[in-house]
């Protein structure tokens, strides 16, 4: 495995790459360009302003996170093979920057969503947290107002502000996708970028869905384990694989994660490790890094990883805000260090006891 950590890119992001290069054990970094629309073609151009002060810093970039899928892709209108072509042409341009991973999700409207992004815990540290009973009580055109208030003023990564403008638009267009037919575009996107992917090596990770439930009535595939063996097998080609991210899988508290990676052997491309702590069945919480502070079992999932013989890149994922920092929710500098070195003690550990024996 080779440890990294998420970069906003030029301009999104509180954490500079110099600190990042500091941690010991990471090498590079996951970005994005955050201010590309999903469904534009990302330039050999706009490539360059993300690798020059990456590779300037010392540090490389292990993949994209994300390159995401327009709207129009996830539901199918006349406008997706548009879309799809570009996303080719962006898969091209990454591959000839020496890009070969590429997380993205497939998610209606929303991406990751949470009612807190700021709940205070005991020790005064703050973390990301949803509530269903109050989620339950936002409207949707309301969520990204609420999100963007806690946000702090950050440009927070999958809620992208001119799409999420359009939110009754949206709302109407997803009036006719149901589950089957979202898997069924999901597979047809897979099948088109199949070319592009095998020429140049790149392996797409989809992320699963997060929180692991449909929300607002609107569906959702990518919860658990049956959702991801089947589109695995649906598309069984090298270049259809999961980020595998502990925290978003975990929301479901039924979800066994370490079988997961199992069924997933050789499907996994990228990993977000990161633990969470479930309060009720309607109320979770983010966690520090270490299986103490959370309900997951981390050496578990290590350890399923090192096993199925996993060699991609990992990250520690969301992170508690400590120390007074100021930054993206979720993406300090602070916690995220701390987990990538517990992670990789948990890592080292397993390893030696493993060649002893
Ligand atoms: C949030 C992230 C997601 C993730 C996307 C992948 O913190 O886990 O925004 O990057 O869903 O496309």
Not at 339 to 352: F, H, M, P, R, V
């Amino acid at each position: 495995m080779e440890m990294t950590l998420r970069w906003y890119g030029p301009g999104y992001d509180a954490v500079d790459l110099w600190k990042i290069r500091q941690i010991p054990g990471v090498t590079g970094v996951v970005t994005s360009l955050m201010g590309k629309q999903p469904g534009e073609v990302w330039t050999e151009a706009d490539i360059k302003t993300l690798t020059d002060p990456v590779e300037e810093a010392g540090l490389k970039i292990v993949g994209i996170e994300s390159v995401n899928i327009s709207d129009d892709i996830k539901i199918g209108t006349e406008k997706r093979d548009e879309h799809i072509a570009n996303y080719i042409t962006t898969l091209e341009n990454l591959g000839k920057a020496d890009i070969h991973m590429v997380c993205y999700n497939f998610m209606p409207v929303f991406d990751w969503t949470r009612s807190d992004l700021a709940r205070k815990r005991e020790d005064g540290a703050t973390v990301l947290a949803y509530n269903q009973d109050m989620i339950d009580q936002i409207k949707p055109d309301k969520l990204r107002e609420s999100m963007e208030k806690m946000s702090g003023g950050f440009t927070l990564p999958g809620w992208e502000p001119e799409r999420l403008d359009k939110i009754a638009e949206l709302f109407a267009a997803y009036k006719e996708v149901d589950s089957d037919k979202l898997f069924a575009n999901l597979v047809y996107f897979l099948e088109a970028i199949a070319d592009v992917c095998a020429k140049y090596d790149i392996k797409m990770g989809i992320h699963p869905d997060d929180p692991a439930w449909p929300i607002f009535g609107l569906p959702r595939i990518i919860t658990g384990k049956e959702g991801i063996e089947k589109l695995l097998k649906a598309v069984d080609k090298p270049h259809n694989g999961i980020t595998l991210c502990t925290g978003s899988l975990g929301s479901n508290p039924t979800n066994d994660i370490v079988d997961i990676i199992k069924i997933a052997k050789g499907r996994i491309p990228f990993a977000h490790v990161r633990n969470l702590r479930y309060n009720s069945d309607r109320d979770f919480e983010e966690a520090a890094h270490l299986s103490s502070d959370g309900s997951m079992d981390m050496y578990a999932i290590m350890k399923a990883l090192y096993d199925t013989g996993f060699d991609g890149p990992i990250r520690p994922d969301h992170g508690r805000m400590v120390w007074d920092e100021v930054a993206v929710p979720g993406y300090g500098l602070y916690d995220r260090a701390m987990g990538a070195c517990y992670l990789q003690g948990l890592w080292e550990a397993i390893d030696k006891s493993e060649k002893r024996n």
